[in-house]
């Protein structure tokens, strides 16, 4: 069955940077579309990144443009999720997702709403402390 485990979380100051990781096992990782999305408690869950199968194209959403940065190892079955500048609105729990068989999407609904996505990771949480 499809895996997917977060690490990589922590509590770091405003300002600061961590690196998330998510490594995938039961599927054939290079087929699969990943994502990551975050949820603060009370809210939706929201789209972070995504990042296309050949990690060639990357996709994020406006909060994080020039701060994070979403890459794939396929060799290692893994993607992170480099986030610098963290500020203390940055909600809290990162999660990874996969999504099989999407090439290159057509639409940005494709990737930035998680119900296209079947497969999720538990969850990795961030605080940043102001």
């Known amino acids: 069955q499809v895996q997917l485990v977060e690490s990589g979380g922590g509590l770091v100051q405003t300002g600061g940077s961590l690196r998330l990781s998510c490594a995938a096992s039961?599927?054939?990782?290079?087929?699969?579309?990943m994502g990551w999305f975050r949820q603060a408690p009370g809210k939706d869950r929201e789209f972070v990144a995504a990042?296309?199968?050949?990690?060639?194209?990357?996709y994020d959403t406006d909060s994080v443009q020039g701060r994070f940065t979403m890459s794939r190892d396929n060799a290692k079955n893994t993607v992170y999720l480099q986030m610098n500048t963290l500020k203390p609105e940055d909600p809290t729990v990162y999660y990874c997702?996969?999504?099989?068989?999407?090439?290159?999407?057509?639409?940005?609904?494709?990737?930035?709403?998680?119900?296209?996505?079947?497969?999720w990771g538990q969850g990795t949480q961030v605080t940043v402390s102001s």
């Open positions: 997702s996969a999504k099989p068989g999407i090439l290159r999407p057509t639409k940005s609904e494709e990737y930035t709403k998680s119900e296209e996505y079947p497969y």
């Open positions: 039961g599927l054939t990782f290079s087929l699969y579309f």
């Open positions: 990042i296309s199968r050949s990690g060639c194209h990357t």
